[in-house]
């Protein structure tokens, strides 16, 4: 709709100019709201004509201030009606989906250009006899309420000054995720982002370049064992870490999050909502860093400023608790770093992940766990509340640099041993002498070791080693 007025675009400032649907004009927390309850669509009335070399933004503003018995199944969409020269309707077609919003996501928006051609690199192409058009956001489901603060469609001036900016820049090797994002995008820039970090992780994967990928602030839900390829650069937080939670879905509380494979990195990210480790004595799943089962790693796994934090309101549990039999009466938290030798390549040199500032804020839980020969750096941790805060089983290693330990039950814990086989000394006699087979061997050494390295590298086994 164009903006004649500062409030035109604000369907509970204007309700004239909107088809309301059954929809109510109700006081919210963004000001004057056009409030829907079920299956309703709200429609800004005038047609916006779409003129040859000027692009338009689509916006919406809404919250959801009732949750739906089922928020998986209400869900909220964003788009355009399509007018053809006479204003008689073409089609329309839906621009963003908000699957399963819940009163916890806050203010949810979204901006996207609209163009008449695919040369515009629009996120959205009127149809080729589309001459005008129409916003529209449209609620699903019952027994909710959302509030819809904004529904246009604006004349895009920053189009008029440099179309370049107006159509964004696609990036090259970042690949961005926010809440306002779709999974159908590409991702090749903020207006363009991919809503969640498993969708963004595939176009990693996709591409084969070198690429990172860059999370704008939000909550995002995950089911976990998010396996990162190595040619990915990082998973960055665009912010602190506070800022960017990551939750489980219900069911997979009891998975790792981040498994990395050779020189991952992970940066800036809040692991909250109910991660827990699977066991407190013999600990694989439940913590936000790890290996990825069978990667190759020969660089260093980096995490950096991240937590693992337990929510939930305070509960008052009378001494004595039982950390002998790892009170039962708190559950079990989750954990910030397992580092398993076990699970990766045995053709890594020397597995190991370096945390700094990676806080293990978890009551009940595991901070970091070394096991199986791997190796934990841990930089400028403090672990509160843990039930075992440093942990190394079974000749793993952990090295704690300027480490602290707050609260919790034991701050080292170490048990277990790794077999090591040494062979039985033989005398120091000629056993048996085959003069013939090590000839062969000598001729053929450059070529038996040229076969060996192409082998490796064929595998992918030196991944990562300088071969200088």
């Not at 056009?34 to 040859?52: D, I």
């Not at 995720?177 to 970090?197: F, K, L, M, W, Y």
């Not at 960055?236 to 999050?257: C, L």
Request: charged share 20%.
């Amino acid at each position: 709709m164009q903006t004649y007025t500062a409030l035109e675009h604000r369907p509970g400032d204007t309700p004239t100019l909107y088809a309301l649907d059954g929809g109510t004009v109700a006081v919210g927390a963004d000001g004057k709201i056009a409030r829907l309850t079920g299956l309703q669509k709200l429609v800004g009335l005038t047609p916006v004509p779409l003129e040859p070399g000027i692009d338009h933004v689509l916006r919406a503003a809404w919250r959801r201030v009732i949750d739906s018995p089922d928020p998986a199944s209400d869900a909220v969409t964003i788009g355009v009606i399509w007018l053809d020269a006479d204003k008689a309707v073409l089609s329309q077609t839906v621009a963003h989906t908000d699957p399963a919003p819940r009163v916890a996501d806050g203010r949810r928006t979204i901006a996207l250009l609209v163009g008449l051609d695919a040369a515009d690199d629009a996120a959205l192409t009127a149809p080729a006899a589309a001459r005008y058009a129409q916003p529209f956001v449209e609620t699903f489901g019952a027994a909710h309420a959302t509030d819809v603060e904004i529904c246009a469609l604006e004349r895009s001036t920053l189009a008029l000054v440099s179309p370049s900016l107006a159509n964004g820049y696609s990036e090259e090797r970042i690949f961005y995720v926010a809440q306002d994002g779709d999974n159908s995008r590409t991702g090749e820039g903020r207006d363009r982002a991919v809503r969640d970090i498993e969708a963004a992780r595939d176009l990693v994967a996709a591409s084969g370049d070198p690429a990172a990928i860059y999370v704008y602030p939000g909550t995002y839900q995950t089911q976990g064992h998010i396996d990162v390829p190595d040619h990915c650069t990082g998973v960055i937080s665009a912010t602190a870490a506070r800022a960017t939670k990551i939750v489980p879905a219900p069911g997979y509380e009891e998975r790792n999050v981040f498994r990395m494979g050779n020189g991952g990195y992970v940066q800036g990210f809040s692991f909250e909502g109910g991660w827990r480790v699977d066991d407190l004595d013999d600990p694989t799943e439940g913590f936000a860093i790890s290996f990825r089962p069978g990667a190759v790693i020969n660089r260093t796994v980096y995490a950096h400023n991240i937590v693992m934090y337990r929510t939930g309101d305070p509960v008052l549990i009378p001494p004595p608790l039982d950390r002998a039999n790892q009170n039962p009466m708190v559950g079990r938290g989750g954990g910030v770093i397992l580092a398993d030798r076990a699970v990766v390549s045995p053709y890594s040199v020397f597995p190991q992940i370096m945390a700094w500032g990676a806080t293990p804020s978890n009551p009940n839980g595991i901070g970091y766990c070394a096991r199986n020969g791997a190796f934990i750096n841990a930089i400028n941790a403090i672990a509160i509340w843990s039930h075992k805060q440093y942990m190394a089983l079974d000749g793993g290693l952990i090295i704690a640099s300027g480490c602290a330990s707050q609260a919790g039950d034991w701050s080292l814990w170490s048990e277990g041993y790794r077999t090591r086989v040494e062979p039985y000394s033989a005398a120091d006699t000629l056993i048996d002498s085959y003069p013939t087979a090590a000839g062969a061997i000598e001729s053929n050494e450059t070529a038996i070791t040229d076969a060996m390295w192409d082998h490796l590298v064929a595998q992918g086994y030196v991944d990562g080693l300088s071969t200088g």
